[in-house]
């Protein structure tokens, strides 16, 4: 009867640990890599989301102020202590919107009273650059230069019928950005509109 065959214990030798690892550090790095590439997408597609609420939250805010105002600031261009201003009338009161610091606040009052409590309007804001975040345009000027684009163009003689504001601004998430740059109406005005407003207090909001 034979003998049965020698078993063999050897292990692994050093060159085979190496081969092994270098094909194992490989697969970590594509592996990993691509969760890098997912978790980036995922974090840019979240902030584009948020950036976009932010935009279209500010949008219907101020849509439904803007829209009804009877007298608008012409000094919303003008940062007082590093702040922006704009005050307008509606019907049922003041309004003062306040951009600082990234932060777009409305706040509300009866006139002769001081402006009230500021409540948020949206966050994560930054100003364009070289552009104030509000315009205010009369319906004496004539805003545009030279003839817009499009099938809807206005002409370098266009004059509005009623003030119009303007508001220009970055919503930035991460590195997400979006512009904010809006045109509103305010529809209870008129080219007779008083340039002086009881609403026009110069106190900043509290």
């Not at 684009?149 to 509005?160: I, K």
């Amino acid at each position: 009867m034979s003998a049965p065959p020698e078993e063999k214990d050897g292990g692994y030798s050093l060159l085979e640990l190496i081969v092994a690892m270098g094909i194992m550090s490989v697969v970590l790095v594509v592996v990993f890599g691509g969760i890098m590439q997912v978790y980036s997408a995922v974090n840019r597609t979240e902030g584009t989301s948020f950036a976009r609420d932010q935009v279209a939250a500010a949008f219907r805010r101020l849509d439904t102020q803007l829209r009804y105002a009877s007298w608008l600031s012409s000094k919303a261009a003008v940062p007082v202590g590093g702040r922006y201003y704009l005050e307008f009338a509606l019907p049922t009161g003041c309004r003062q919107l306040v951009y600082d610091n990234g932060v777009l606040t409305l706040a509300s009052w009866t006139a002769p009273a001081a402006p009230g409590k500021a409540m948020v309007v949206a966050s994560e804001l930054a100003l364009m650059p070289g552009t104030a975040p509000f315009t205010v345009i009369t319906p004496t000027e004539q805003p545009y230069a030279s003839a817009s684009a499009g099938s809807d163009a206005m002409g370098s003689g266009y004059t509005p019928e009623f003030y119009q504001i303007r508001l220009r601004l970055n919503a930035t998430v991460g590195t997400t950005t979006i512009p904010f740059d809006t045109l509103f109406s305010a529809e209870n005005t008129t080219r007779n509109t008083n340039t002086e407003n009881p609403c026009s207090s110069g106190r900043p909001s509290s």
